[in-house]
T-cell receptor, first 115, second 111 residues
Framework: NAGVMQNPRHLVRRRGQEARLRCSPM?????VYWYRQLPEEGLKFMVY????????ESGMPKERFSAEFPKEGPSILRIQQVVRGDSAAYFC?????????????FGQGTRLTVV | GNSVTQMEGPVTLSEEAFLTINCTYT??????LFWYVQYPGEGLQLLLK?????DKGSNKGFEATYRKETTSFHLEKGSVQVSDSAVYFC??????????FGQGTELSVKP
């Protein structure tokens, strides 16, 4: 049973370009969470999605960031018109449900560098 | 709102030393508490968890006890190894399954 798969592992974008980060959850998991880890900081929650629905996007920046989790295919975190401050590691986690003691499994992350 | 505060790193220890990484939290209700470990270049792995007051989570020689009276969940290990070198994150289970993380504590164990 493959774990949470994220790709690409490393992504370099010039300022103003778009970044697309993909996350395939573990088999059987329909709940996906995206987190951002800025240098020297902990992980900050961005968005929680279930298949075809955004459940909680309270951690998403209001502009340029969007996320989706279609019925078929991976979850996508999209950053438009990237800026240097978007450089960070982006982690995806999946779980079987939102219950408070349910384990979330993390992918290896995508490290975005904006030049 | 809910938050987690961790002891700042980096922490440098010699092999076989005793480890404590402090973690305190602020929360409404009775959240679950977690410790995650991140090895270099990797994602986070769950190390241990506790779901209610006085629960003790343990794994790979690491332990942490959910202390409601002191709102703490300190991580301990009696004898660290070089292979324990990593970044350790304390986390609180929030609404809807999302996690609220501390800032992480880097541990470096020297032979």
């Amino acid at each position: 049973n493959a774990g949470v798969m994220q790709n690409p592992r490393h992504l370099v974008r010039r300022r103003g370009q778009e970044a697309r980060l993909r996350c395939s959850p573990m088999k059987g998991h329909s709940h996906v969470y995206w987190y951002r880890q800025l240098p020297e900081e902990g992980l900050k929650f961005m968005v929680y999605l279930q298949k075809e629905n955004i459940i909680d996007e309270s951690g998403m920046p209001k502009e340029r960031f969007s996320a989706e989790f279609p019925k078929e295919g991976p979850s996508i975190l999209r950053i438009q018109q990237v800026v240097r401050g978007d450089s960070a590691a982006y982690f995806c986690a999946s779980s079987i449900g939102p219950e408070k003691n349910t384990e979330a499994f993390f992918g290896q992350g995508t490290r975005l560098t904006v030049v | 709102g809910n938050s987690v505060t961790q002891m700042e790193g980096p922490v440098t220890l010699s092999e076989e030393a005793f480890l404590t990484i402090n973690c305190t939290y602020t929360a409404t209700g009775y959240p679950s508490l977690f410790w995650y470990v991140q090895y270099p270049g990797e994602g986070l792995q769950l190390l241990l968890k506790a779901t209610k007051a006085d629960d003790k989570g343990s794994n790979k020689g690491f332990e942490a006890t959910y202390r409601k009276e002191t709102t703490s969940f300190h991580l301990e290990k009696g004898s660290v190894q070089v292979s324990d070198s990593a970044v350790y994150f304390c986390a609180l289970g929030g609404q809807g399954g999302k996690l609220i993380f501390g800032q992480g504590t880097e541990l470096s164990v020297k032979p």
